[in-house]
């Protein structure tokens, strides 16, 4: 039986990686300024971030259309898909995968929506484990199980440069949104289960930098890395520079260094530096 895998923009998978494994990407909307953006197509990741800052009202995101997915899904079942898995963004900070649901319904037994608890590279590892055990003849159970084993393997780190983004967004509990009382902090968090815990305060981006650090090498050997940055291509290759320096023999031989989707920068905010890691199995 053959398996095709659709995902959303938000998985950050680098578009060749997509191309190669036959991945549908379906786009997310940014809306600025009341102007609907189709993500990855409409606006570039530089200018969003560059005019981030200028915006008269804070842009929000919306989800592909039903009849985007449905699009999508037709195009996997004629080119000779039998099933389809369709993985998304976490559900507690996107309504990305009911959306998915509902144009699945027109397709009854053929597609199995997951959401996957995470955002960019931290679901896009769980997209690319399912895509490389289905190229080696996985089929849908094992394909399944992959996904699983890596999402329970997989942390999100997140050092951001201002709370204020992720303040406003309404998408955080008050435990971080909190931390907007004090002055000139760098918050360090985690993604779990679509859900943002504190992990730090810190007073500079060297310290926020440090505790990433901390927390990325105290995980062991890895798997699958990314470096995650909102338009600060400066920090993440200086993280990336430290790490190799001090750690190569635990990291694994690929590491992606990516400028993340304005769908996750707008709720972030501009130089911030992530990583989303798998361990060793």
Known sequence: MKLGLLTDSASDLPTAIAAQYGIEVVASILVIDGQAYTDGKDITREEFYTRLPTFKRAPTTAAPSIGDFQTRYRKLFDAGCEQIISLHTAEKLTSIANAARQAAVDFPGKIIVLESGSLSLGFGFQVLAAAEAIADGAGLDETLAVIRSTRERMRVYAALDTIEYVRRSGRVPAAVAALGGLLHIKPVVELIEGEVKPLGALRTTGHAAEKLYDLLTGMGPLERLAILHTHAPARAKEFLELLMDKHRKSLPRDIL???????????????GLGVAAVKAK
């Open 257 to 271: 260094v990516v400028n993340v989707t304005g769908v996750i920068g707008t709720h972030v905010g501009p130089n």
